[in-house]
């Protein structure tokens, strides 16, 4: 029975172990998509490159996929499955911080690993931002009732999207299909809009 | 500025990135993580040289079991560098380099991207990750908050890019 770890088929130290072999592959991808240069990255907030819409689309959808089918034939038990709880208003001010920083710096933390590691001397400079920044957090947090309460704000729990609108997981990845099918249309024809308004320049 | 050797088509880039997830999934129980390793590394420097940074409320959790850094989402961190080391040597794509758009003075441009890690970090925080343990892990598991964080940072990334116009020169 499946995963093999929450499920006590392996150890901690197994896990561990296949934890480098999982993160080589990651990296690997997230390499070969082209993931390793801001240049890639930052393109997609003008809908002129929308490499990084359409290869995280097709991950979720993909990913998505495959954890509907595992559950459907019993390989996997989904309540096994680590979901990061949803905090609301924290993950929409969280998100929007998020993304201008993203937009300001061409980099995400997992890209900027591979940035890293391809010699790019932004991504280095953007990780020793990340490390001061969770400092500064820290310490934030540490001192300040507000900031804590605020990050502890509109906990509704492991929330996925049939406790939203009813229904199981399979309503859940049709929903996602929707919500991924919606989100390529919509890059799209922005940059189609783009396209035609640089071709009138 | 550009690369001699073709990426892979996003799509099925995205297609790999999925079934790696999947894979992830069925081993560890959970996905692909990057900002709770700088979290942890943080911590862990911080309390080398501050061992009263252990009764900080925000990062006491991480220093419980005695090693922040003893943890799955930091040792496959090391991985994803690892791997992205190898495909980049495979396809001769390791070059010392700052990408920015042509004329965009260097000083400006880590600047940027200094801030911009700085903001990242405390975002990740508040949102519990970035855009691989949040946004791919919890979107491909089907979590409301994962959409929320997504429809947020794209819609402020949009917002925002007029400002960063030169620095990519688009």
Redesign the interface.
């Known amino acids: 029975m ?5 499920t006590g088929a ?1 150890t901690t130290n197994e ?2 172990l ?17 993931f ?5 990255i ?5 809908f ?1 490159d ?2 990084v ?15 509907t089918l ?1 559950s459907y034939n019993g ?2 038990d ?1 309540n ?9 208003w ?34 280095a ?15 934030l ?2 001192s300040y009732e507000s900031i ?1 309460n ?2 502890n704000s509109g906990y ?1 729990g ?7 609108i009813g229904g199981d ?1 399979y309503t ?2 049709i ?2 299909v929707l ?1 991924g099918i919606g989100l390529a249309i919509f890059m799209h024809t922005m940059k189609s809009i783009r396209d035609k308004k640089e071709g009138e320049n | ?1 550009k ?1 001699n050797h073709n ?2 088509n ?2 099925i ?20 993580g ?2 709770g ?3 942890r ?3 862990q ?2 309390y080398l040289y501050d061992a009263t ?1 252990a009764t ?4 006491a959790p991480y220093l419980r079991d005695g090693n922040a850094l003893a943890n ?2 930091v ?14 040597a495979m ?1 001769g ?8 758009g042509d004329g965009y003075p260097i000083y400006k ?2 600047f ?47 917002l ?2 007029p ?3 030169k ?2 020169k ?1």
């Open positions: 499946y995963p093999l770890y929450t392996i896990n561990y296949y934890a480098i072999f999982i993160g080589i592959m990651f990296g690997f991808i997230l390499e070969r998509a082209g390793g240069r801001a240049k890639h930052a393109p997609v907030f003008y002129k929308l490499r819409s359409r290869v995280m689309v097709s991950a979720i959808l993909t990913g998505a996929f495959w954890i595992a390989w996997i989904f096994q499955v680590f979901i990061p709880a949803t905090y609301v924290p993950y929409l001010v969280g998100g929007a911080i998020f993304g201008l920083g993203m937009v300001m710096s061409g980099w995400c933390p997992g890209t900027a690993v591979v940035g890293l590691a391809k010699g790019k001397i932004d991504a400079v953007f990780l020793f931002g990340v490390l001061a920044g969770m400092y500064v957090y820290f310490d947090f540490d804590a605020f990050a509704i492991k929330f996925t999207i049939d406790k939203l997981i859940s990845f929903v996602t919500m | 500025m690369d990426y892979w996003p799509l880039a995205g297609f790999l990135l999925g079934t790696a997830l999947f894979i992830s999934f069925m081993i560890a129980g959970q996905g692909m990057a900002s390793a700088f979290a590394l943080t911590a420097v911080t940074f900080n409320a925000y990062v799955w989402t040792i496959q961190v090391v991985g994803i560098f690892i791997g992205g080391f190898i495909s980049a396809a794509r390791i070059k010392q380099g700052i990408d920015r441009r880590l940027w991207a200094f801030l911009g890690g700085l903001l990242i970090a405390a975002a990740t925080r508040l949102a519990r990750g970035c855009t691989s343990g949040q946004a791919l892990d919890g979107a491909a598991t089907f979590s409301v908050g994962a959409w929320i964080f997504m429809l947020a940072a794209f819609g402020a990334g949009f925002m890019a400002l960063f116009k620095q990519w688009m």
